[in-house]
């Protein structure tokens, strides 16, 4: 045990530091460089362009100077003035003009981490391409991944040319080549709180579903030698060519899943049984499943960081667990068979809903109440019906194949309708906070106690178990307040929490027309807590950096009251919660701690000549001698304005902690306000590498010229800082430090 375990971290730190050692130089970070490479995989195609894998044969600078950049590298190539970028193909060869920087992703507890995806997918840079300087050299045919690749594009196209404008043609995809980036999110919320987003790609039930059908097929035809008298089974065994035929259509099921690991875990159990067959060997459904999951792990060690590894594994374990050897009485008729059919898919499903629930709580901090109910009417619709059809419509010719497509999308959408009225229901899902190891361990305890078998005492104190994972409540400060400054970014987005309350300042920016920082960062982070209810949601301006994620975050979570300096036209207000224009002299206490307006004026809220910067809402939090000061926008002439208010003595301005003016651009942070409000810590909240330079060099300068400290949400991740009697800091980047991560803990209390 010891040696093996030795053996695996040492080879898991192997791989790691070769993956690592390709590094893009921080010195031709957001220079123009000319590559020749070619083009891998699926590109992702959106509205705005496509992103797509590139493996590089030469670099240089446009000066011609050779330069080395990671082999593999993700490059996006979107619209301009110029017009769409050309549609890639897998295998093209292109010289291309692109800026690169090491790969770099949002740090937020509770979010998806996309440092390590990007280092699981060998992918040790990105960037994008340039408008010129850009031309197709040759196209490469001669490797079986190009043809691979190239028959999962012809089939996409297939399937959307037969399905243009249909809203499930991407579940139809995910279907067929396993490609879930045409799902829309809103239908992943509903397929997620069913608990059936595991059928709706290509999944381990569907794979063993074909590789039966044909070995099935294999050994009748073998049997019967192809209709001739060639007595092929006296040649080889029908039982081990049928175990080999299902094997080659699993391969081929999975190479148009792009490999993903439930696809690997079910092709290499496959695997083993087809190899313990052809050798005479008797194996166990366990060492079947341990055997894969070595091998998954000796490919690819960092499988363990998705939910998809655990929830594969960790299903069929269960399942073994609950079902495999247990007795069941023979008997002939159809009836009685009939029954022990449904009794085993039942105990089946129990199993697995069951084993997976500290899972869901673990990974998404929820779990589906109906997932069984769901599941049960699902699971032969999608295996039997629908995946049936759509691979049938994908591979027949038109205009049968627009026919199949058809049908199958018909289904889908019957289907999915009857989901999205089973999530509406108040009691589909159980939300909780995501639990710590402890209490992880003792849920696990008790579901392996109640799957144990029949005769086991007290099966229900597994729930007993449970409880400490079911009926906890989201953590809270029991007094003063924490105040949370995402890693959002180039834009603000704080949480601000109390004993029994929270608000939300500013929501982050739109990262594209399918994402912001409400649905990427903040909703994500709110589930992981447990947080489903905030009191209060502030906007301070209209610019999109601010309010950017403003609907996904209304649309997510229930809001009491919406406060902004909007105007009363702004598209924003459609459909939001109750709003109320922020203007100074507002004030509110929760849980003894003050909230108060500074800016802006009732005036400055009519006045359509401000620009929004002018018009940011200003929100200072105080506690017992503490205070937090939140400005927004402002520049040097509303600093003035507040200097102006505050009087001689200044008191008003004084704070501990304030967030940088403008994200700390030239046109804010003046020496004078400074001076005035005279804070220890001052929070920069900018995106990574953005391009209006934020914070600027002499401004941050000047903050450390009067001995404040600087936190860069780009450099620190998350940043949360809890206000008492005295102020304490945590960075989430030195709070969670990997080895993978592209910045460093600097900065500790």
């Not at 053996?7 to 898991?12: A, D, F, K, R, T």
């Not at 601010?546 to 406060?563: C, D, N, P, Q, Y």
Request: glycine residues 8%; contains cysteine; charged residues 15%.
């Amino acid at each position: 045990m010891i040696a093996g375990c030795g053996l695996g971290v040492g080879w898991s730190a192997w791989l790691a530091h070769e993956r690592l050692s390709e590094s893009l130089s921080a010195d031709v970070e957001g220079s123009d460089i000319r590559l020749i490479g070619s083009v891998e995989g699926l590109p992702d195609l959106g509205a705005t362009g496509q992103r797509f894998r590139f493996r590089v044969e030469q670099a240089s600078l446009l000066s011609d100077e050779k330069i080395t950049v990671p082999t593999h590298i993700s490059l996006g190539w979107y619209s301009d003035r110029s017009g769409d970028p050309p549609v890639l193909k897998s295998g093209q060869r292109w010289q291309l003009t692109v800026r690169l920087k090491r790969p770099h992703g949002l740090s937020n507890p509770g979010v998806f981490d996309a440092e390590a995806w990007l280092l699981n997918e060998g992918l040790r840079a990105t960037g994008y391409v340039q408008a010129e300087g850009n031309q197709l050299l040759g196209e490469q045919n001669a490797h079986p991944k190009i043809w691979i690749d190239r028959a999962r594009a012809a089939l996409r196209e297939k399937i959307l040319s037969a399905l243009p404008n249909h809203a499930y043609a991407g579940v139809i995809i995910a279907l067929v080549i396993g490609d879930q980036r045409a799902v829309s999110q809103s239908d992943w919320e509903v397929f997620n709180r069913t608990g059936v987003g595991h059928l709706m790609s290509i999944s381990g039930l569907h794979i063993t579903m074909i590789a039966g059908l044909f070995a099935l097929l294999s050994h009748w035809l073998w049997r019967h030698s192809f209709f001739t008298r060639a007595q092929l089974p006296l040649l080889c065994p029908a039982h081990k060519v049928a175990a080999l035929a299902g094997l080659l259509a699993a391969v081929s099921y999975v190479a148009l899943a792009g490999f993903g690991i439930p696809a690997q875990r079910t092709l290499l159990m496959i695997a083993v049984v087809t190899l313990s067959l052809w050798l005479d060997r008797i194996v166990t459904v366990s060492q079947i499943l341990l055997t894969a999951l070595l091998v998954v792990l000796l490919f690819d060690p960092w499988s363990v960081l998705w939910p998809g590894f655990w929830l594969s594994f960790v299903a069929i374990g269960c399942i073994l667990f609950a079902c495999a050897g247990r007795a069941e009485e023979l008997r002939q008729t159809r009836e009685a068979r009939v029954k022990t059919h449904l009794r085993s898919a039942w105990r089946t499903q129990w199993a697995v809903t069951l084993g997976l629930l500290p899972l869901g709580f673990a990974w998404f901090a929820q779990t589906s109440l109906i997932s069984p109910l769901a599941n049960a009417v699902a699971i032969p619709v999608v295996s039997f019906v629908i995946t049936p059809l759509s691979l049938l419509g994908s591979v027949l010719p038109a205009p049968l194949a627009g026919g199949l497509l058809l049908a199958a999308h018909a289904v889908t959408a019957w289907l999915a309708e009857g989901l999205a009225w089973l999530s509406s229901t108040k009691l589909a899902v159980w939300t909780a906070p995501q639990p710590d190891w402890g209490v992880f361990a003792l849920a696990m305890i008790g579901t392996v106690w109640m799957l144990a078998p029949r005769g086991w005492p007290l099966r229900w104190v597994g729930v007993l178990l449970w409880s400490p994972m079911l009926l906890a409540k989201p953590a809270a400060p029991e007094r003063g307040f924490w105040l949370t400054a995402f890693d959002i970014g180039q834009g603000n987005a704080l949480l601000v929490e109390t004993a029994n309350h929270r608000l939300i300042y500013d929501t982050g920016p739109a990262f594209s027309l399918e994402a912001d920082g409400g649905s990427r960062v903040l909703l994500p982070y709110l589930r992981s807590r447990g947080i489903h209810h905030l009191d209060g949601l502030m906007i301070s301006h209209s610019d999109a950096d601010h309010s950017g994620g403003a609907r996904s975050l209304w649309e997510g979570v229930k809001i009491e009251w919406f406060s902004s300096s909007l105007f009363s036209d702004h598209p924003l207000l459609t459909k939001a919660p109750r709003h109320v224009p922020c203007r100074a002299g507002q004030h509110w206490i929760w849980d003894e701690v003050e909230f108060d307006v500074l800016h802006p004026h009732a005036d400055h809220l009519q006045n359509s000549t401000l620009t929004p910067n002018a018009r940011s809402c200003t929100l200072r939090i105080r506690y017992v001698g503490r205070t937090v000061l939140l400005t927004g926008d402002i520049e040097a002439p509303q600093e003035r304005a507040l200097l102006d208010r505050a009087g001689q003595s200044r008191q008003d301005l004084k704070a501990d902690v304030l967030l940088a003016p403008h994200h700390g651009s030239g046109t804010s942070s003046t020496a004078e306000f400074l001076q005035a409000v005279q804070p220890s810590i001052t929070l920069f909240q900018v995106g990574y590498r953005n391009r209006y330079r934020h914070p600027k060099q002499e401004v941050v300068q000047r903050y450390r010229d009067r001995g404040i400290l600087p936190l860069r949400t780009d450099q620190s991740g998350a940043i949360r800082v809890e206000v008492d009697t005295d102020i304490r800091w945590t960075t989430y980047r030195c709070q969670r430090q990997r080895y993978w991560s592209s910045e460093p803990c600097l900065l500790k209390q």
